[in-house]
């Protein structure tokens, strides 16, 4: 191993803005999920129901962000923010910012809209002020894709 070699720092960025979130430290541990829907079909008579390929659910990925010193709370809000649509007076002029997903060869550009952010401020809190020193974001993101991916394009 040398010594000059940096890891590889995984990050978001905001498709919209091209605002840029590193992660201070890479994630232990990824959730990557995927489930699909069937209508069930009830048979007079059978032991099993029968069932019919409705379509597929979102795939969704879910981290956890740890955060130390710094702007703790504004990295909060940042992510937070990408959960709100933008509005021209009262009107809706945006749907919430889409995000690329950048974890190295595991997910090198994936395209996503923020489901939820769920932090949690602990431990340190600055004497003065009071802002968190400390923080874990449970950020859920799913893909954000527009036409139909079939089974071999996945077994990629």
């Given amino acids: 191993m ?7 720092q995984a990050f978001l960025v905001d498709i919209d803005t ?7 430290f890479n994630p232990n541990e990824i959730v ?3 489930s699909t829907a069937y209508a069930t ?9 029968r069932y ?4 597929g ?3 969704r990925i879910s981290v956890k962000i740890q955060l130390f010193k ?7 809000a940042w992510l937070q923010s990408l959960c709100y649509p933008e509005h021209a007076g009262t009107m809706l002029k945006n749907a919430p910012h889409r995000v690329m997903l950048v974890y190295g060869q595991l997910y090198p550009g994936l395209v996503c809209i923020v489901k939820q952010v769920k932090a949690r401020f602990f431990e ?3 004497r003065e002020s009071l802002l968190p020193q400390r923080a874990e974001v449970d950020l859920t993101l799913e893909e954000y894709i527009e036409r139909s991916v079939e089974v071999m394009e996945v077994r990629l």
Avoid at 41 to 49: D, F, L, T
């Fill in 2 to 8: 040398t010594w000059d070699t940096k890891e590889q």
């Fill in 52 to 55: 019919q390929f409705v379509a």
């Fill in 124 to 126: 340190l809190f600055d």
């Fill in 41 to 49: 079909i009830r048979i007079p008579g059978m032991s099993h129901p």
């Fill in 32 to 34: 990557d999920e995927k």
């Fill in 18 to 24: 091209s605002e840029r979130l590193a992660f201070q």
């Fill in 70 to 76: 710094g702007p703790v709370r504004q990295q909060v």
């Fill in 57 to 59: 659910e979102a795939r």
